[in-house]
């Protein structure tokens, strides 16, 4: 993640030297005050009291506005490279197979973009602003302490072993706690998005008490722990605060002896004493520095943990042009299992479809049916055999090149925030108004679109909330026959809709696309019933290929789904 702060190499030196110069500042203070004392007033000099006086003021000055710059460019620097590290990790993300989106979990995902950028993004502004300031003013606040009186010096000796030993003893203890509140976070966060998610589960099933006690657990859990790293932290600035006021009645008492014995000036002992109050916060700033950091820590590798996964889903270094664009799909001999699945979910399936022919897969739930479509748009790779396109090998093609002939519909209807114009164009970019409403009309979706105010303007909500689950379906069609592609491949896409619409649909994609090839998985007999060919999947093979007459009378897996789908509407 690191190799993010690159690119503000310049904005942190920035932030470094104006640390420099503020701290530099603020250590002349003490010593301009001392010598007030010693010189000024002692020798009753009234103009130099004054003319040291507008120094102090003019450093003290300038010293808070390279504070603001620092804050500023610490500012600038956090909060871009959040911006880098989430662009970054959104780009890497939807490069990804979906084995991994299937491996760390959506929930998780979202999380660690927003949540755990944001931890390390704080965090950062905060080592930018105290870490570097910290050190420095230790540093310069030991050297100017030692030069004012060595001898006094010694009381340090006492204070700072104290002051590293509660530093490490609550360190030992927060630190396992900030990891722990931000794996409850994820919980929580895990907890409150499948109650979003599935709201309506939830109250149809009346689980409304039991969510609410969950939820209440996880959030307890996460308060208590939250309560119990917040007391550390809470204890850590009163003990600092007697520490610091006890090493200041130290150094009070055995400067007074020093004076007494003509040591020490009392200007300089006024010095030493700012200049140990330097020392112990800049020790109170790098305390609570180790003690965030871990926190961070966590979120970091959560966010690596994305970052170092390989896409397994690549484009070959050389890859084959397509000599001809007919939309030609073969298997041979695949076999696919998915990460971790101990038996294949599809094996050994061979078959052919030809453009101008409709290709239909039929089959019990769990058979298959839907990862053979991913498998054509290689949304996973297989494991054995081959799948070619135009006879070439999917694998040895762009993914963009071969995605551009494919036209898909999703099981499950997706559509995005927008207006219907704006989902169509994710289909095709330039499409004009001409052409939506001819694939809104093919799709059977041209009238509910045009009852509606604002027509192929009106907004979509999120998910499509304001449409039923055939008016979402029929405009993922339509998404998809607006793009022209050469192979169309519709995963259970009609399963919303009524037979008559079902019917009349598939009527006009007859129509509508004569040479391109047609894949549909469906569940209904009556969607498949004059398809070209159809493939009976069960348990991940291929138990017959046919046409609905020949697998009737001869299959009996076939037969058997034609029964049990049998009524009296579907045999009028």
Known sequence: MLKALKSYTWQISIVVILTLAGILLELLLPTLMA?????????????????????????????????????????????????????????????????????????????????????????????????????????GGVILAVSRDAGLSLVFLAALPILALLIFVISRKAIPLFVSLQKKTDRL????????????????????????????????????????VNKLMALIFPVMMIIMNFTS????????????????????????????????????????????????????????????????IVDPENPREIPTDKG??????????????EKPVLEDISFKAHPGETTAIIGSTGAGKSTLIKLIARFYDVEDGSILIDGIDIKEMTQQTLRNKIGYVPQKASLFSGSITDN???????????????????????????????????????????????????????????????????????????????????????????????????????TVINADQIIVLNEGKIAGIGTHRELLAENKIYQEIVSSQRTEEEGA
């Open 35 to 139: 010598n007030v004392v010693d010189i000024g007033i002692v020798n009753g000099d009234i103009p130099y009291i004054v003319k040291t006086g507008v120094y102090m003021i003019i450093c003290a000055l300038a010293a808070v506005f390279l504070t603001v710059g620092v804050s500023y460019f610490a500012s600038k620097v956090a909060l871009g490279f959040g911006r880098d590290v989430r662009r970054n990790l959104f780009v890497h993300v939807e490069d990804l197979s979906l084995q991994a989106f299937d491996k760390i979990g959506t929930a998780s995902l979202i999380t660690r973009t927003t949540n755990d950028i944001k931890q390390v993004q704080d965090v950062l502004n905060m080592v930018l602003r105290m870490m570097t300031r910290a050190p420095l003013m230790l540093v």
């Open 424 to 526: 169509l164009q994710f289909g095709k970019e330039d499409a004009s108004e001409e052409e939506m409403l001819d694939a809104l009309e093919t799709a059977q979706a041209i009238d509910f679109v045009l009852d509606k105010e604002d027509g192929i303007h009106t907004n979509i909500e999120q998910a499509g909330a304001n449409l039923s689950g055939g008016q979402k379906q029929r405009l993922s069609i339509a998404r998809a026959l607006i793009r022209k592609p050469e192979i169309y491949l519709f995963d259970d896409s009609f399963s919303a809709l009524d037979y008559k619409t079902d019917s009349k649909l598939r009527a006009a994609l007859n129509k509508e696309i004569l040479h391109a090839t047609i894949i549909l998985v469906a569940q209904r007999v009556s």
């Open 249 to 312: 009645v130290a150094i009070v008492w055995f400067g007074a002896i020093r004076i007494d014995n003509g040591l020490l000036q009392v200007g300089n002992l006024m010095a030493f004493l700012q200049y140990a109050m330097m020392i112990l916060f800049s020790l109170i700033m790098l305390s609570m520095g180790f003690i965030m950091i871990p926190r961070a820590q966590a979120s970091v590798n959560r966010i690596n943990e994305v970052l170092k996964m390989e896409a397994e």
């Open 328 to 341: 030609y799909v073969e298997f041979q001999n695949v076999t696919f299992r998915y990460e971790g699945a």
């Open 189 to 228: 966060n895990l907890i409150v998005r499948e109650n979003l998610t599935g709201i309506r589960v939830v109250r149809a099933f009346n689980k409304v008490s039991f969510e609410k006690k969950r939820f209440n657990t996880a959030n307890e859990d996460f308060r208590d722990t939250g309560i119990k």
